[in-house]
């Protein structure tokens, strides 16, 4: 007679943090952790308040499903089939999930990822950011909800500024004290984000009461920048204004959520990070950051933080494309928008000569992505030129086929994250992304996070560029120089 053979259970696994006792699951041989409160939740008093720690539970707690998503709305068409951004609902938006080979290892590297969205979308469930890769080649991975919107950065007399950036800090804290016991180290900490995740780590960098959270940080398509309070307020009043009450938090509380974010969602739309609009910065508020980011870390801020940043090539396509500038826009307001922005003509000449059949909108992309990404963070890498900690530099460059979106904005995330197989990465990188590229780049990301060092030069006067795509990825030392001499502080 012919015996099935034995079913093996695995045993739910079991951490006790902090706050109490935390179950997860076991899947495909990574142990996972989801929705983990590192903060109570911000409802009620605690709306417009700085993070608090969570309330302490008795028993087991079950972490295996995503937590509470941040109060936002989706992307607006078309964006909204490219960017997938999950709503789950619930008040305790502020949770974060644990990535781990198993509940038993020990001292592992920790990468702790701030999800973008422009401030006002995403979370810590969007499928492309799902950590079973690094975990399953020995790094800890932790993703965070923050809060977003008016709630995260609205600039208000009566609310601690930053309120989002002090979740993200509250997350740090709790990684620092609880991540041992899902087997990372505390001491081998990588903050990475991309485009808002990264500003904000751009941000946290500056701050002096991040020093220590973490030794190593990675910023994907976004750079070091913030407003003044003044010029950081004029979306939270124009928000107010539409809803017929005071721009303060104890006004705006009183508000139903649906229609505070009604009323937001139409103050800020019809902008994207390149053409501007209304939108939420974070704003240099005297206490959390003192001064400028950009120019703190060019001072020496962070000099003991090694650093891997870059942007993707065509960055400017996610925006442009989808919403038909990159066609439509003519010769006219190219030069409009040329001289709002001080661009000289010999540099447009310089592009229009590297690129003799582009259309004045995506000459235009193409300034603006060089403009807001390339020139500030090569001029951050040459700040940092002979610091204490290291500086990488990368490009990321394969074409999507999608649209004809190219290397745009965002489309890296898959690759670092050796996630597309997921159908939510898909929908930017089509079915047929070269895995080969993501394998090397998803390297790249674990030995920096591992050791500091990607497997490229570091930084110095010959400016080596690793490129992912199009082709093999390889070294480029000072890419399309003759481009970026014609920007500030860089022209001869």
């Not at 053979?5 to 706050?19: G, I």
């Not at 499928?127 to 399953?136: E, M």
């Not at 609205?154 to 899902?182: M, T």
């Not at 003044?228 to 139903?256: F, K, N, Q, Y």
Request: proline share 9%; with cysteine; glycine share 12%.
């Amino acid at each position: 007679m012919r015996t099935m053979p034995e079913t093996r259970v695995e045993t739910p696994p079991l951490v006790a943090t902090a706050h109490g006792t935390v179950r997860g699951t076991v899947e495909r041989g990574v142990t996972v952790f989801r929705g983990i409160p590192y903060a109570a939740a911000p409802v009620g008093a605690r709306r417009f308040r700085a993070p608090e720690p969570p309330e302490p539970w008795e028993g087991i707690r079950d972490a295996v499903a995503f937590g509470p998503t941040a109060p936002k709305r989706g992307y607006a068409p078309p964006l909204d089939r490219l960017l997938p951004d999950p709503e789950v609902a619930g008040d305790g938006c502020l949770n974060l999930n644990v990535w781990t080979p198993s509940a038993g290892a020990r001292g592992l590297p920790v990468l702790v990822w701030i999800h973008g969205g422009s401030l006002l979308h995403g979370s810590s469930a969007v499928p492309v950011y799902d950590g079973a890769a690094f975990a399953r080649d020995g790094v800890v991975l932790v993703s965070v909800n923050y809060r977003l919107g008016i709630e995260g950065f609205g600039v208000l007399p009566d609310a601690p500024a930053n309120r989002g950036l002090l979740d993200q800090l509250a997350a740090l804290e709790w990684v620092r004290d609880n991540i041992a016991a899902f087997g990372g180290d505390p001491d081998r900490v990588t903050a990475a984000g991309e485009s808002a995740g990264a500003v904000s780590i751009g941000a946290l960098l500056a701050a002096p009461r991040s020093a220590g959270l973490f030794r190593r940080a990675v910023l994907q398509s976004g750079r070091p920048t913030a407003l003044s309070p003044e010029a950081g307020r004029r979306t939270t009043e124009l928000i107010a204004r539409r809803l017929g009450v005071p721009a303060t938090a104890v006004a705006l509380a009183a508000v139903d959520p649906g229609r505070l974010l009604d009323a937001q969602t139409g103050v800020t739309s019809g902008g994207s990070p390149l053409t501007g609009g209304n939108s939420f910065q974070i704003v240099v508020d005297g206490a959390l950051l003192p001064r400028d980011p950009a120019e703190a870390l060019l001072d020496g801020a962070a000099h003991d933080v090694d650093l891997l940043m870059g942007a993707n090539s065509e960055e400017y396509r996610l925006w442009f494309v989808p919403s038909g500038l990159t066609t439509t826009l003519g010769r006219l307001r190219l030069r409009l928008a040329l001289r709002k922005f001080g661009v000289p003509g010999a540099t447009l000449r310089t592009y229009r000569g590297n690129r003799p059949r582009a259309t004045p909108g995506e000459l235009l992309g193409a300034l603006a992505t060089d403009l807001l990404l390339r020139v500030p963070l090569n001029r951050l890498a040459d700040g940092r030129t002979g610091a204490r900690a290291a500086t990488h530099v990368y490009e990321f460059g394969w074409p999507s086929p999608v649209q004809r979106l190219g290397a745009c904005h965002a489309l890296e995330i898959g690759f670092v994250f050796d996630t597309l197989d997921r159908p939510g990465t898909m929908a930017l990188t089509g079915p047929d992304a070269p895995q080969g590229l993501a394998d090397a780049m998803h390297r790249a990301w674990v030995r920096f996070a591992a050791s500091g060092d990607p497997g490229w030069p570091v930084w110095d006067a010959t400016r080596p560029v690793m490129t992912f795509g199009p082709g093999e990825p390889s070294v480029v030392l000072a890419p399309r120089q003759d481009e970026l001499c014609g920007w500030d502080p860089y022209r001869r």
